[in-house]
């Protein structure tokens, strides 16, 4: 497949993420892209996950702390697409300069997240989880999608016939997320009056509860 070496195979699963060797054997292009960076910063803080959105520094997408057991992740993500990467980062430091986050110490991590999905069954190849594009283009979160993808994959090796709701809702999900953004991106200077009503709803716990059934 590297032009180096030949492997025959019956069935090829590529479950290899964003940089998919298996995407690339297909010919499929990845022109989906969210960027994320995050710093790791160490210490002992409030253990609080916590997501900002702000329409003038992060465009439609967020920045987040996540808690980790001795330190935060600090980070925030866009498409490059429709947000430049550099403005994010610029956006980002002055962000955590006013929130007065230090981070001297703290490790920097950036990365790409695939949101190009255009199928997961070519022939006798498939594709799971970020090899097939199946993160989220707005929150970036892949992890569910990769997992039920997988499975799919898998029992429809087993069984040509199989069909997965979850897999359904999966798309059904990712696509919902897409529009939002694209509604988001229209929005233009009204962005930040959408996303103050989201928060508002966000506080609402009918919708809490809507949003936490949706995944399990
Ligand atoms: C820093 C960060 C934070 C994230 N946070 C969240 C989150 O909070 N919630 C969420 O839902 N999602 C999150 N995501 C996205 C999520 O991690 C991914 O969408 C998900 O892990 C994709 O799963 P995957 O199995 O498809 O790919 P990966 O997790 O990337 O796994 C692919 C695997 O294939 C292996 N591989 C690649 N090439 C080869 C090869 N040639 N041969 C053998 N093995 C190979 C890799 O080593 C890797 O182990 C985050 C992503 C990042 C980078």
Redesign the pocket.
């Known amino acids: 497949m590297n032009g180096s070496e030949s492997l025959a195979f019956k069935i090829l699963v590529g479950?290899?993420?964003?940089?998919?060797?298996v995407r690339r054997y297909l010919k499929i292009p990845v022109e989906k892209r969210l960027i994320?960076i995050?710093y790791l910063v160490p210490g002992d803080f409030e253990p609080r996950l916590e997501i900002f959105l702000n329409s003038r520094l992060f465009g439609p997408w967020y920045a987040w702390i996540?808690p980790h057991k001795d330190s935060i992740?600090v980070?925030t993500v866009c498409a490059p697409r429709f947000y430049p990467a550099k403005k994010l980062k610029e956006n980002f430091h002055r962000w955590l300069r006013l929130r007065k986050l230090d981070i001297s110490n703290a490790i920097y991590?950036s990365?790409p997240?695939s949101y190009d999905y255009r199928g997961f069954r070519f022939g006798n190849v498939f594709l799971?989880?970020?090899?097939a594009g199946?993160?989220s283009g707005l929150s970036?979160?892949?992890?569910?999608?990769?997992l039920v993808s997988?499975e799919t994959v898998a029992r429809t090796i087993l069984d040509k016939s199989y069909h997965s709701a979850d897999f359904d809702r999966v798309l059904h999900y990712n696509d919902v997320q897409l529009r939002f953004i694209k509604i988001l991106i229209k929005a233009g200077w009204l962005r930040g009056a959408i996303q103050a009503l989201i928060i508002m709803a966000l506080n609402n716990p009918v919708i809490q509860k809507r949003i936490s059934n949706s995944f399990s």
Do not use: K, P, R, T
């Open positions: 479950a290899d993420g964003v940089n998919s060797i994320g995050q996540f992740a980070g991590q990365w997240i799971a989880g970020e090899a199946l993160a970036g979160e892949g992890i569910y999608q990769s997988g």
